[in-house]
């Protein structure tokens, strides 16, 4: 799976560097927006994607997908007792999609370093 992320987002660098170091499997290819690699996939480079064959998903879909990648989720859910697994269904879209965007629209703040983009 291929992920395109804002490379010049101290959040998304550091949520890109979290996930690679429990992407066990390898499942995913970081290409950041800002690199040549992004432009044959003509997306919005203030979000976040996952594309895997003619497949796309943005924002939180986009997250929810990286997640059900990561063997790490599947233990956590197990130690947790299977709560993180009820907010993968689709109940909780518009949530996630609100959730998404508000941490879009603060990634600076809440990384703490600025961000060339904020999705509006």
């Known amino acids: 799976m291929t992920v395109i992320y804002d490379g010049d987002c ?50 939180y ?13 599947y233990l956590l859910g197990i130690a947790l007792a299977f709560l993180p697994f009820l907010l993968l269904l689709p109940v909780f879209d518009p949530l996630g999609e609100r959730l998404y965007a508000w941490v879009a629209k603060n990634r600076g703040r809440i990384a703490g370093a600025a961000c060339d983009r904020a999705e509006k």
């Open 10 to 59: 101290a959040l998304c660098e550091r949520s890109r560097r979290v996930v690679t170091a429990l992407d066990w499997l390898g499942a995913f290819e970081w290409v950041r927006s800002q690199d040549p690699a992004a432009l044959p996939y003509a997306v919005d480079p203030a979000r976040v994607w996952a594309i895997a064959g003619a497949r796309r998903w943005s924002g």
């Open 61 to 73: 879909h986009a997250w929810r997908r990286i997640l059900l990648r990561l063997p790490a989720f």
